[in-house]
T-cell receptor, first 111, second 113 residues
């Protein structure tokens, strides 16, 4: 039972444009969400978090949006850079203790 | 500052054997979680420990066990290894395990033959 879904396995974007990665969840009790970036043969790297009391959080080029009524969150990367090419995972939890991960979206930024 | 460190980085075991994986959290972090990642999937939660107490357990068989030591480092043990246990095992540390960011180590690649 996949409680967190990333329905786009891959995404290609031109350098300098916006990358939008999407994530849907089914459990309305989830109240803390994280995004990670992962390169092959490395562990996930934390990017940005958001709690359910907010609908937006920004950190540099990264912005996460949370739509609780739709049970949807998205990660925006502006501007996209070739070094952003990686697999991106969203993760959701109840009180931040046990995270449920999506299956990931592979982002390719084309120079 | 050192990040989360895991050892070993790779190992190969035979079916039926036992394995111990180790994790040292970021200094000051008191919570450690373990995840299993198989190819093409996201990480799956195995255990969480906070202040040496088990705080959560995922849907894994009893062959999987873990513990956390007074210095907050942790071990994941897997008994009676199966081919299906082949995966990347990830350790994550966080300050409290609650509403705080979790930082991952590079993982241990376990291959069971």
């Amino acid at each position: 039972d996949q409680q967190v879904k990333q329905n786009s396995p891959s995404l290609s974007v031109q350098e300098g444009r916006i990358s939008i990665l999407n994530c849907d969840y089914t459990n309305s009790m989830f109240d803390y969400f994280l995004w990670y970036k992962k390169y092959p043969a490395e562990g996930p790297t934390f990017l940005i978090s958001i709690s359910s009391i907010k609908d937006k959080n920004e950190d540099g080029r990264f912005t996460v949006f949370l739509n609780k009524s739709a049970k949807h969150l998205s990660l925006h990367i502006v501007p996209s850079q070739p070094g952003d090419s990686a697999v991106y995972f969203c993760a959701a939890s109840i009180t931040g203790n046990q995270f449920y991960f999506g299956t990931g979206t592979s982002l390719t930024v084309i120079p | 500052d050192a990040g989360v460190t895991q050892s070993p980085t790779h190992l190969i075991k035979t079916r039926g054997q036992h394995v111990t994986l180790r994790c040292s959290p970021i200094s000051g972090h008191k919570s450690v979680s373990w995840y299993q990642q198989v190819l093409g999937q996201g990480p799956q939660f195995i255990f969480q420990y906070y202040e040496k107490e088990e705080r959560g357990r995922g849907n894994f068989p009893d062959r999987f066990s873990a513990r956390q030591f007074p210095n907050y480092s942790s071990e994941l043990n897997v008994n009676a290894l199966l081919l299906g246990d082949s995966a990347l095992y990830l350790c994550a540390s966080s300050k409290t395990g609650g509403y705080s960011e979790a930082f991952f180590g590079q993982g241990t690649r376990l291959t069971v033959v």
